[in-house]
């Protein structure tokens, strides 16, 4: 499976952007979603996840209320739907998946990753 992340941008703090994650592969419709992100000088960090149904979501507490993240298995995308952008937010972003049971909960780790887009909120 190979994910191909798009969306990523400059904007204007409190303005958004909607990155876009699109899986290929054999059988890339088994994946869980996540998201993560690297700023300059920082550990790479979670910032959401979404299961393979689609019926459960996690976020991290510094982006809850803010960010949305959804999939359209038809097409094997995931979004995330950043609002309210903060210069903080500034990150490289990353998309990763992990091949799941249909029922099962979102992973704790993830195994598959796509390359990086850039996100870049000013003040």
């Known amino acids: 499976v190979q994910l191909q992340a798009s969306g990523g941008g400059l904007v204007q703090a409190g303005g958004s952007l909607r990155l876009s994650c699109a899986a290929s592969?054999?059988?890339?419709?088994?994946?869980?979603f996540a998201w993560f992100r690297q700023a300059p000088g920082n550990e790479r960090e979670f910032v959401a996840a979404?299961?393979?149904?689609?019926?459960?979501?996690q976020y991290a507490d510094s982006v809850k209320g803010r960010f949305a993240i959804s999939r359209d298995s038809a097409v094997r995308t995931s979004f995330l739907q950043m609002n309210s952008l903060k210069p903080e937010d500034t990150a490289v972003y990353y998309c990763?998946?992990?091949?799941?049971?249909?029922?099962?909960?979102?992973?704790?780790?993830?195994?598959?990753w796509g390359q990086g887009t850039q996100v870049t909120v000013s003040s």
């Open positions: 592969g054999y059988m890339s419709y088994r994946y869980a």
């Open positions: 979404i299961s393979r149904t689609g019926g459960d979501t």
């Open positions: 990763a998946a992990k091949s799941t049971i249909s029922s099962a909960p979102i992973p704790v780790d993830f195994d598959v």
